[in-house]
């Protein structure tokens, strides 16, 4: 049997903690081993232990629920031996990285699991599209993780000027999230990176071509994920990560690399989008009516504001589409939301039509 200080000197800088230990301590008295998984795929997990990566099989761990399955980043109770070995629970989670799937039944899919930082790389290289940054700040701050921004490769972008412009509006996007610049490709603004993540378990999200794995082998010191160059039509890459892999970072703490994700649904994220619309949530609070929808009622100070100047049109948009989404998913699998959602339409459709009707005895 490992002694504790041989598991607290293994599995350290995976970490490990005393809360950790004491969560696992039911499991320990069963002659289970304590590791986290620095890997999945179909079924079977990579599992760092005081004694080595051993390779198990997580069927027991109701693989019928998405949501339960286990993840990248989870910590673990597993058989010491066996053939197969086997996962027998998980740890419960600190935080958990959810995105909804493209599946119907509007199920959500866990990314990485017991994540401090949740780092969202954007490339320089392509135009900014900042609707899909505040999508993944959105997942972010839902999943109880401190957002960061790094826009990758800086180095295409010389213009100081044109740099800070771009900076400043990924920045109004992200209300109290850092943003950074970085350049993996010859080492700048890595720096400030590395301290940040250099602590807890950071995972790196972003598309295909955003330079995550350019940036993972940057923090990491060495090759360990392969890099293609993107298109130059589009800046898209080619997915050369396609599992997400738990790295440790030799300044200190993990990092999790994803594939890259072409789709950013949301999963009953609405603290979330509340979180990166806060100047919007902020100014609802001052509107007349406490249900304003901030379209046309009287006294509403969010449309003042866009009136005003003060808060971009794109903004507002943006906040409407997210929050209408989110409602979108949540309601399928609530039937008194989607009662409410279904009540709520039909009254706005019977106001259309009574103010045409209206309209049509004022032209005759």
């Known amino acids: 049997m490992t002694s504790s200080s041989a598991v607290f ?47 198990a099989d997580t069927a027991f761990v109701t693989p019928h629920d998405p949501l339960r399955v286990v993840c990248t980043g989870d910590w673990v109770a597993v058989e010491p031996g066996g053939n197969p070995r086997y996962v027998r629970t998980y740890l419960p989670r600190r935080t958990a990285f959810v995105r909804s799937t493209s599946s119907k039944r509007s199920e959500g899919q866990i990314l990485a699991a017991n994540v401090d930082h949740a780092v969202v790389a954007v490339s320089l290289a392509v135009e900014l599209d900042l609707g899909r940054v505040e999508r993944f700040l959105a997942l972010a701050w839902e999943s109880g993780a401190q957002p960061v921004v790094v826009l990758t490769k800086a180095d295409l972008v010389p213009d100081p000027v044109v740099l800070a412009h771009l900076v400043q509006d990924v920045e109004t996007t992200a209300p109290g999230v850092p943003v950074l610049t970085v350049s993996a490709l010859h080492g700048d603004g890595l720096d400030v990176l590395v301290s940040l993540v250099g602590s807890g378990t950071s995972v790196l999200l972003g598309q295909s071509g955003a330079g995550k794995s350019t940036l993972a082998n940057a923090l990491v010191g060495d090759d ?23 790295l440790p970072l030799p300044s200190g703490g993990v990092l999790i690399d994803t594939p890259g994700l072409r789709g950013v649904g949301l999963f009953d994220a609405e603290s979330g989008v509340g979180q990166v619309f806060s100047e919007i949530e902020e100014l609802a609070g001052q509107c007349r009516f406490h249900d304003c929808v901030h379209e046309s009622e009287p006294g509403c100070a969010v449309r003042a504001a866009v009136d005003s100047g003060d808060l971009p049109v794109r903004r507002l948009d ?44 004022r032209w005759k």
């Open 318 to 361: 943006s906040y409407r589409k997210l929050m209408r989404e989110n409602q979108w998913i949540v309601a399928k699998t609530d039937a008194r939301l989607r009662s409410e959602i279904r009540k709520d339409w039909k009254r706005k459709g019977a106001e259309g039509r009574a103010a045409m009707e209206a309209k049509r005895g």
């Open 9 to 55: 000197t293994a599995l350290a800088p995976y970490g490990w903690d005393d809360a950790w230990a004491d969560a696992f301590t039911p499991y320990e008295s069963e002659g289970l081993l304590p590791g986290r998984v620095v890997r999945v795929d179909r079924g079977q997990c990579d599992v760092v232990t005081a004694g080595g990566v051993l390779r």
């Open 224 to 246: 360990v994920m392969d890099v293609r160059a993107a298109r130059d039509v589009d800046g898209k890459g080619r997915h050369t990560t396609t599992t997400r892999n738990l």
